[in-house]
T-cell receptor, first 112, second 116 residues
Framework: KQEVTQIPAALSVPEGENLVLNCSFT??????LQWFRQDPGKGLTSLLL?????REQTSGRLNASLDKSSGRSTLYIAASQPGDSATYLC???????????FGSGTRLQVQP | EPEVTQTPSHQVTQMGQEVILRCVPI?????FYWYRQILGQKVEFLVS????????KSEIFDDQFSVERPDGSNFTLKIRSTKLEDSAMYFC??????????????FGPGTRLTVL
């Protein structure tokens, strides 16, 4: 059964800093991986999807990588802003399934 | 930009009562999903629905739960006899239903269900 873990659970950084959020998964049968943002009391906003054949995906200041052999994905946020403050979730999709398995998230606070 | 909508935003019910949570997926999407998030815990998959039938379900999705697409736009989750442990945020999601590899899931804002 796929297990997804995110470290750290919480992170506080000053504005302008570059940062890396980590996601690890136990089963290499993972097919692709999606990163989401969740604001307090709100739904999940899709940020990036890394396809099975890709090693990374970029959108603006965000860059996500996927290394199936090591069971890891990272989300890199460049030049962080207070508006980036939210919980970031990674979720993996296993081969042959559509269900997403979520990590517990990293709660990010960017201090102005 | 098209988005998934859910109603109500908050539902309070008594234990043992039936509840129906409603969702309007993005209009051209073919796959629909329900997930839930108990306070302080991970988001958990409940069920996926495609071509008018359940395509996958988790251990959580027992006989107390059912899903339906009653018309061309709505997708519902019914809990027959609610328990205290059903209290959670319920998220609906939809995806285009293309190849698995590119099928991004888009989530609604959620319905907070409180069972008293």
């Amino acid at each position: 059964k796929q297990e997804v873990t995110q470290i750290p659970a919480a992170l506080s950084v000053p504005e302008g800093e570059n940062l890396v959020l980590n996601c690890s998964f136990t089963d290499s049968a993972i097919y692709n991986l999606q990163w989401f943002r969740q604001d307090p009391g709100k739904g999940l906003t899709s940020l990036l999807l890394i396809q099975s054949s890709q090693r990374e995906q970029t959108s603006g200041r965000l860059n996500a990588s996927l290394d199936k052999s090591s069971g890891r994905s990272t989300l890199y946020i460049a030049a962080s802003q207070p508006g980036d403050s939210a919980t970031y979730l990674c979720a993996g999709m296993d081969t042959g399934r559509r269900a997403l398995t979520f990590g517990s998230g990293t709660r990010l606070q960017v201090q102005p | 930009e098209p988005e998934v909508t859910q109603t109500p935003s908050h539902q309070v019910t008594q234990m043992g009562q039936e509840v129906i949570l409603r969702c309007v997926p993005i209009s051209n999407h073919l796959y629909f999903y329900w997930y839930r998030q108990i306070l302080g815990q991970k988001v958990e998959f409940l069920v996926s629905f495609y071509n008018n039938e359940i395509s996958e379900k988790s251990e959580i999705f027992d006989d107390q739960f059912s899903v339906e697409r009653p018309d061309g736009s709505n997708f519902t989750l019914k809990i027959r006899s609610t328990k205290l442990e059903d209290s959670a945020m319920y998220f609906c999601a939809s995806s285009e239903g293309g190849g698995q590899d590119t099928d991004t899931q888009y989530f609604g804002p959620g319905t907070r269900l409180t069972v008293l």
